[in-house]
């Protein structure tokens, strides 16, 4: 089946620092990727929706300074999280479908688990 | 508003057979998912039903009432590795997938 891969799994940083997160479509092509952040004990939130060749669309609420992301090709998009603060520390989830238009299956990375000290 | 409902937390027996109801309002439907997220780990996915109707796989079966706005996940012959949260999400007109809190299904032996 098709596989998206998440990277780094874990990382933990200091405040004010940067972090960048990587997901790659590996079997199939992907024009569309999705970013989910999960508190613990709470639902996945939608960030955005990663647009390949375009800006990204972010949800309301969600700072599109804070949270930089990049579609620079169809089998990856990248979430940076700059000047990171310890509220930022969250689980972090990137999506791809693989299906033919938008009613596809959708395949999830490992997730990366960010800690900002 | 879209809002998607599902129980918070079920308990069932090994070997048993349990089932997840979720009940959804959203501005257009583009067919709902069920997934099934361990503790610190991400979603995988079970189940799309776009269509009325059961959708049989393996243990894991999906119901689906689009006239009801109502979907159930049903687990056949539990086992102790089912314990994990239960995810319903639904894809709106605008293709957004509005997703559930999840349920807590805790499996005992």
């Known amino acids: 089946g098709a596989v998206v891969s998440q990277h780094p799994s874990w990382v933990i940083c200091k405040s004010g620092t940067s972090v960048k997160i990587e997901c790659r479509s590996l079997?199939?092509?992907?024009?569309?990727m999705f970013w989910y952040r999960q508190f613990p004990k709470q639902s996945l939130m939608l960030m955005a929706t990663?647009?390949?060749?375009?800006?990204?669309?972010?949800e309301q609420g969600v700072e599109k300074d804070k949270f930089l992301i990049n579609h620079a090709s169809l089998t990856l998009s990248t979430l940076t999280v700059t000047s990171a603060h310890p509220e930022d520390s969250s689980f972090y989830i990137c999506?791809?479908?693989?299906?033919?238009?938008?009613?596809?299956?959708?395949?999830f990375g490992e997730g990366s688990r960010l800690t900002v000290l | 508003g879209q809002n998607i409902d599902q129980p918070t937390e079920m308990t069932a027996t090994e070997g048993a057979i349990v089932q997840i109801n979720c009940t959804y309002q959203?501005?257009?439907?583009?067919?709902l998912f069920w997934y099934q997220q361990h503790a610190g780990e991400a979603p995988t996915f079970l189940s799309y039903?776009?269509l009325d109707g059961l959708e049989e796989k393996g243990r894991f079966s999906s119901f689906l009432s689009r006239s009801k706005g109502y979907s159930y996940l049903l687990l056949k012959e539990l086992q102790m590795k089912d314990s994990a949260s239960y995810l319903c999400?639904?894809?709106?007109?605008?293709?957004?997938?509005?997703w559930g809190a999840g349920t807590k299904l805790i499996i005992k032996p």
């Open positions: 999506s791809a479908s693989a299906g033919t238009g938008d009613t596809g299956e959708l395949f």
């Open positions: 079997d199939f092509q992907a024009t569309t």
């Open positions: 990663s647009n390949e060749g375009s800006k990204a669309t972010y």
């Open positions: 959203t501005s257009g439907f583009n067919g």
């Open positions: 039903n776009v």
């Open positions: 999400a639904v894809m709106d007109s605008n293709y957004q997938l509005i």
